[in-house]
């Protein structure tokens, strides 16, 4: 039998619309918008396109939302002012500094320079800590893995006990996602494997998982015969394998290819997320979710 397909664009609707209604609320009730800037340093064309991409939805919801072009060759130091300004100001709530940022500048040091409150990316080192705590102590989750969780919750897969596999260690993912899922709580209580490039039998672990979360980045590396009949298989990988013309607009775009053999699995697996259309749109979500959460903490809201 042919597995469900977990849409991704149709969860990231539906918690749009959620959020749509609370932004709104928030302002009827408390008088409060969610502040999100972005800032872009240079034209990266790919990276033009995300946070484009993250202002319409911003906009959509009904926040109060700039985005801050800043030149290739801006220094380190005037970077750092930059964030300062908007760690004080009180109409954001949510940084974003999109990456990858120019060589001659510290990804670190500006990362760390978001306050820890405004830092809806998840990535400074006091919300990582958060995470590995977990419970009330996490603020925000990084929002890839948040986008799984939520993938995996609403689509009906029970967590609680369950055996999960995640294929990739990245400080983006792997490691955050097997973190979330091992905390006690909604959504988690699993027992967890994490599995590397340093892993002796890669096909043996996938084989258990009643949950599979791949994020390796290596187009199909997981075959049809690694998937346990009726798994949950979440595909993080989005790899360009080529191009080709667009039948819509006649434009070329990349072919793009996922970790998983999604034809063959989704004749094994109980559900699967394809690519694109399934991990994807849920992260622009899940940093528009971060945002309000931040600018609900900031007034005091629960
Ligand atoms: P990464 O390169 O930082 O990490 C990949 C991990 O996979 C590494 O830890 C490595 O040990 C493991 N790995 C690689 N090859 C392996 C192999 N042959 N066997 C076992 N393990 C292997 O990548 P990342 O940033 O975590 O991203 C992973 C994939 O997910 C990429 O394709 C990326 O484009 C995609 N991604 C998608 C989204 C999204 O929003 N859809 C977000 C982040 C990443």
């Known amino acids: 039998m042919s597995a469900r397909i977990i849409s991704g664009t149709e969860i990231a609707a539906q918690i749009r619309e959620e959020l749509k209604k609370e932004v709104a609320e928030l302002k009827e009730k408390h008088g409060i918008v969610p502040g999100l800037i972005t800032i872009l340093v240079g034209k990266n064309p790919a990276s033009v396109s995300y946070v484009t991409g993250k202002q319409k939805t911003a906009h959509e919801l009904g926040f109060y939302s700039l985005q801050d072009d800043q030149p ?7 970077l750092l002012k930059l ?10 709530h949510g940084i974003l500094v999109q990456l990858p940022i120019p060589k001659h500048i510290d990804e670190k040091k500006v990362l760390n320079a978001i306050n820890p409150d405004k830092d809806v990316d998840a990535f400074h080192p006091v919300n990582v800590g958060r995470l590995m705590i977990g419970g009330d102590e996490a603020k925000f989750l990084p929002c ?3 986008g799984i969780q939520e993938l995996i919750m609403r689509s009906g897969f029970e967590t609680s ?3 999960v596999v995640v294929v990739g260690r990245s400080n983006i993912v792997g490691k955050p996602i097997a973190n979330m899922l091992l905390q006690k709580g909604k959504g988690a209580n699993a027992t967890v494997t994490v599995v590397h490039t340093g892993t002796k039998n890669l096909e043996a672990h996938c084989k258990r998982a009643d949950i599979l979360i791949v994020a390796a980045g290596v187009p199909h590396l997981v075959k049809p015969e690694w998937i346990k009949p009726g798994a949950c298989v979440i595909d993080v990988g989005v790899n360009r394998v080529g191009e080709k013309i667009s039948e819509k607009t006649g434009k070329t775009v990349p072919i793009l290819r996922g970790d998983v053999d999604f034809d063959a699995a989704k004749e094994i697996a109980g559900a699967i997320t394809p690519v694109p259309g399934g991990v994807g749109p849920m992260t622009i979500t899940m940093l528009m979710k971060n945002t309000v959460t931040s600018a609900k903490m900031a007034a005091g809201i629960k």
Do not use: L
């Open 72 to 78: 290739e060759n801006i220094s380190e130091a005037d």
């Open 83 to 92: 964030i300062d300004k908007y760690n004080n100001d009180p109409k954001i």
């Open 144 to 146: 890839t893995p948040a």
């Open 161 to 163: 006990g369950a055996e």
